[in-house]
């Protein structure tokens, strides 16, 4: 009922930039937070971003601070991760998930690769 589809992902050298996207439709009334992960091979998933709905507070993970930036557009149910500075470690499966109500929904997942 609820999908989340990501779109955006691909190929890049080192210290480019990717935008990611993520839109939801479906019963999305209810939204109240919007996550970006991701997972490198041979690696657990890590919690990159987080934003909130209604108010636009922002939290990121060590790793992607001052290089990444995440924001929405909640009359389109998106959100989205701008990626600068891109190294070989940010190689890997970027996922969005949305927490609706009680629920929590992924998306399939878009690949990021950065070439050395």
């Known amino acids: 009922q609820v999908q989340l589809v990501e779109s955006g992902g691909g190929l890049v050298q080192t210290g480019g930039s990717l935008r990611l996207s993520c839109a939801a439709s479906g019963s999305t009334s209810g939204i109240s937070v919007m996550r970006w992960h991701r997972q490198a091979p041979g690696k657990q998933r890590e919690l990159v971003a987080t934003i909130l709905r209604n108010i636009a507070i922002v939290t990121y993970a060590d790793s992607v601070k001052g290089r990444f930036t995440i924001s929405r557009d909640n009359a389109k149910n998106t959100v989205y991760l701008q990626m600068n500075s891109l190294s070989p470690e940010d190689t890997g499966v970027y996922s969005c998930?949305?927490?609706?109500?009680?629920?929590?929904?992924w998306g399939q997942g878009t690949q990021v690769t950065v070439s050395s």
């Open positions: 998930n949305f927490r609706i109500g009680p629920v929590e929904y």
